[in-house]
């Protein structure tokens, strides 16, 4: 059953300030849906919901459902590794393990979750790389520190450590703000490859990014969804006076 | 300022630094310039391969003592440094405000209680009950002198690990406790061997709490519950002795002592390298 993610009355908190207000969304599986917003919107919080990953920061609470292919992320009993498992996460600066090679940064989450398979780990690895369009660059170089590659390549290896376990959602919080244009013209067209694998939602500042990739778009503002809708639509033709501010940059 | 005067500053405040960093080292330096200079003829095969020969005659050596220190340090190191670190990892890691707070106030107040009270800890704790001087009553002296220093230093190393580290690898779906053992720690190896040493190092040369615990022994020792010959006390009995050759000898085992203290450190750093460089 695909059907998504659907957010709904979601709200957020760190230690008791209402950082998030009744979030209600539904992203469309297997398409890019881009969180746009000035910074301190709650757009980066809201993401980190999604994987439930706001909850690890002491004194960060939630309240609300998420459904993930119709299962409530949120419900008693789920246990948040499991759901991490399933939703892969790429964050704003590259953060490849230190210590770890490149392979061995592939192979992370699959090995520490107990696969010991010299040629399933390998295996795994060349398919996320090239899932990642990392491949052709490193292929000689596996053995080498992850921290030794570019910027750019450094977070294309995250995207391929998060593919390597094969999730069914990726979420990007600003993906390509550390990076200079040209690698952010890479990432961007791996998104673009990527869309018809995954459900991938993209936290972004950069406006012209969120046009580019995405197929929806939600403004966010003050802790609240100001404007949901298709991202052409919403960039031509905004409802919401405060989207229109936005996207003019009047303001943010 | 003018750039001309800037410059002479510059240049006057480099030297300083320079200077300061170079005193540094010199009481180092010196120290094991006048050990050589007074121990190195009394450094042969003897000294490693043999008991100490009884008082009035010449010769002999500290094998025992040298075996004996060893075998102290590596107990030591054995109860306290697995507490150590995971201690640290506590404080480091822990939401809970708290218990880290008491934590570690009490283990800087460890950290600061003079070692003979240290000694007398363990003969209250370990000789009395047992009703005798032992390896392992000078062991548990020396764990509880190691402890705040491995807690301390491992807890800043591990707090130095990125958060950015933990969150990628909680994405991942990894539990708490893997993310911790096989990413955080890692991370901070090279950091964390570093206090392991200056610990090791720091015991290694302790004399007080030793006295009336491990209390030395001019034998070859057989077992654990038995006294023990250690290096500094050892060393510290020779040295005020009335005989010159026991001076020599005293002189000798201090430079053994530095000597050891520096191919365990050299050979754990060495030994723990990792291919790729974490936290330091």
Not at chain 1, 52 to 61: D, I, N
Request: proline share 5%; hydrophobic share 50%; charged share 15%.
């Amino acid at each position: 059953m695909i059907d998504g993610i659907r957010v709904s009355a979601l709200n957020a908190w760190f230690n008791g300030v209402h950082v998030l207000h009744g979030i209600d969304l539904t992203m469309a599986p297997k398409a890019v849906t881009a969180i746009i917003g000035p910074s301190g919107c709650g757009k980066s919080t809201f993401i980190r919901c999604l994987n439930r990953m706001h909850e690890v920061v002491p004194g960060a609470t939630v309240s609300g459902t998420v459904l993930v292919e119709g299962e409530n992320l949120y419900a008693a009993g789920v246990d948040p590794v499991q759901v991490r498992r399933r939703i892969g996460m790429v964050f704003q600066r590259p953060n490849p393990f230190p210590t770890m090679s490149v392979f061995d940064n592939v192979a992370a989450g699959l090995r520490l979750a107990g696969v010991r398979r010299r040629a399933d780990l390998q295996e795994a690895v060349e398919r996320a790389l090239r899932q990642a369009a990392l491949w052709d660059e490193v292929k000689d170089q596996l053995d080498k520190s992850g921290v030794s590659l570019s910027g750019g390549q450094q977070q294309r290896l995250c995207i391929a450590r998060a593919l390597a376990v094969e999730p069914t959602v990726l979420l990007m919080d600003e993906p390509c703000s550390a990076l200079d244009p040209i690698a952010t013209a890479r990432i961007e067209e791996l998104i673009l490859e990527l869309r018809s694998a995954l459900t991938i939602v993209i936290v972004t500042h950069n406006m012209q990014q969120a046009a580019r990739v995405s197929e929806a778009t939600g403004f966010f503002l003050m802790g609240e969804m100001v404007e949901f809708g298709v991202t052409r639509a919403l960039f031509t033709n905004p409802r919401d006076k405060r989207t229109e501010d936005y996207i003019t940059g009047r303001f943010g | 300022m003018k750039p001309a005067g800037r410059r002479v500053v510059n240049v006057i405040m480099a030297w300083l630094t320079a200077l300061a960093a170079g005193a540094v080292i010199l009481p180092l330096l010196m120290i094991f310039g006048f050990l050589l200079f007074q121990g190195a003829s009394a450094v042969n095969v003897d000294f490693f391969t043999h008991l100490p020969k009884p008082v009035g005659e010449d010769g002999g050596g500290m094998a025992n003592a040298i075996v004996g220190s060893l075998v102290l340090v590596g107990m030591a190191a054995g109860i306290g440094l697995p507490i150590g670190i995971l201690g640290g990892v506590y404080l480091a890691e822990s939401r809970d405000r708290r218990l880290p707070w008491v934590v570690r106030f009490l283990a800087d107040v460890l950290n600061g209680v003079p070692s003979i009270v240290v000694g007398i800890f363990a003969y209250t704790l370990v000789v009395l009950p047992m009703r005798r001087f032992s390896a392992f009553a000078g062991a548990v002296a020396l764990a509880v002198i190691m402890l705040p220093i491995v807690v301390r230093t491992s807890e800043e190393i591990v707090r130095l690990v990125p958060s950015s580290l933990r969150e990628a690898a909680l994405a991942l779906g990894i539990p708490e406790w893997k993310v911790v053992l096989r990413v955080v720690l890692p991370t901070a190896r090279a950091g964390i061997i570093t206090g392991v040493m200056v610990a090791v190092a720091r015991v290694a040369g302790e004399t007080a709490p030793l006295l009336f615990t491990a209390f030395g022994n001019r034998f070859w020792h057989q077992r654990l519950d038995q006294p023990i010959a250690a290096l500094p006390l050892q060393i510290f009995a020779y040295a005020i002795a009335p005989y010159d050759d026991w001076h020599r000898q005293a002189w000798a085992g201090a430079l053994v002592l530095i000597g050891m203290v520096f191919v365990v450190s050299l050979a754990a750093r060495l030994a723990t390298r990792g291919r790729f460089s974490g936290v330091r």
